[in-house]
C-alpha cells in the first residue's frame, strides 16, 4: 500500500495553544489529502480536505500542503479539550484509492 | 439522510467459523470501500469498488477473505475461516467518484468491531 506516515504521538497541549500535526506521503501521483478526526470508539469524521498546494482555513484549522516536499499538515488553533482524538491523515492516490496514516493522538488539557 | 450502515455492530465468534459483515452505501454514491483498524496497523485498506466492480482487492490479506458487491448499494466483507489475528474493527466507506477524476471525500460507516476468540 501506499505509504502515508505520520508521528503517532501522543501530543498533548494546553488549552488554548496550537496543535501542529504533520504527515508525509510518498506516492507523488497522489491527487487529494484529507484530514480525519477520530474518537475512541466512533468512526472516523471528515475535517479538512486540501488539493492544491498552500494553506486552506476554515475556522480554527488551517491545513497546508507542499507537494514538492511531499508534506500536508494541520494547525489546530485556540485547541479546546473536545478536540482530543486520534487524527488521521489521508491521501487519494491517483487510482482513486484512500489511503490512511496511523493518526496521531492528540490532548488538549484543559 | 441516512448514513453508511454496517452490521453487525459487534460480533463475537470461535476460531474457524465463517463471518460475514455487511455494509449499505449511501445513496447516490458510487465507490466502496473496506478498511480494517487495529492499534498496530492502523486503518489497512482491503479492497475498493468502484460501480459494482472490484478495482484493487491487494489489500485482502489472504484467500479466507472475499468481498462481493451484488448490486450498487450493498457489499459483503465474508471471513471464512476465521482465525483470532482477524480481531478488528471493519469499517466500509463510500464516496462519489466521477468519471472524470473528481472524488468526494469518504464517509465511513460506524464499524464492525470482530472479536474472534
Known amino acids: 500500500q501506499k505509504e502515508v506516515e505520520q508521528n503517532s504521538g501522543p501530543l498533548s497541549v494546553p488549552e488554548g495553544a496550537i496543535a501542529s500535526l504533520n504527515c508525509t506521503y510518498s506516492d507523488r501521483g497522489s491527487q487529494s489529502f484529507f484530514w480525519y478526526r477520530q474518537y475512541s470508539g466512533k468512526s472516523p469524521e471528515l475535517i479538512m480536505f486540501i488539493y492544491s498546494n498552500g494553506d486552506k482555513e476554515d475556522g480554527r484549522f488551517t491545513a497546508q500542503l507542499n507537494k514538492a516536499s511531499q508534506y500536508v499538515s494541520l494547525l489546530i488553533r485556540d485547541s479546546q479539550p473536545s478536540d482530543s482524538a486520534t487524527y488521521l491523515c489521508a491521501v487519494r492516490s491517483a487510482g482513486n484509492q484512500f489511503y490512511f496514516g496511523t493518526g496521531t493522538s492528540l490532548t488538549v488539557i484543559p | 439522510d441516512a448514513g453508511v450502515i454496517q452490521s453487525p455492530r459487534h460480533e463475537v465468534t470461535e476460531m474457524g467459523q465463517e463471518v460475514t459483515l455487511r455494509c449499505k452505501l449511501i445513496s447516490g454514491h458510487n465507490s466502496l470501500f473496506w478498511y480494517r483498524q487495529t492499534m498496530m496497523r492502523g486503518l489497512e485498506l482491503l479492497i475498493y469498488?468502484?460501480?459494482?466492480?472490484?478495482?484493487?482487492d491487494s489489500g485482502m490479506p489472504e484467500d479466507r477473505f472475499s468481498a462481493k458487491m451484488p448490486n450498487a448499494s450493498f457489499s459483503t466483507l465474508k471471513i471464512q475461516p476465521s482465525e483470532p489475528r482477524d480481531s478488528a474493527v471493519y469499517f466500509c466507506?463510500?464516496?462519489?467518484?466521477?468519471?472524470?477524476?473528481?472524488?468526494?471525500?469518504?464517509?465511513f460507516g460506524e464499524g464492525s468491531r470482530l472479536t474472534v476468540l
Open positions: 469498488f468502484n460501480n459494482n466492480v472490484p478495482i484493487d
Open positions: 466507506a463510500s464516496s462519489s467518484h466521477a468519471a472524470g477524476g473528481y472524488t468526494g471525500e469518504l464517509f
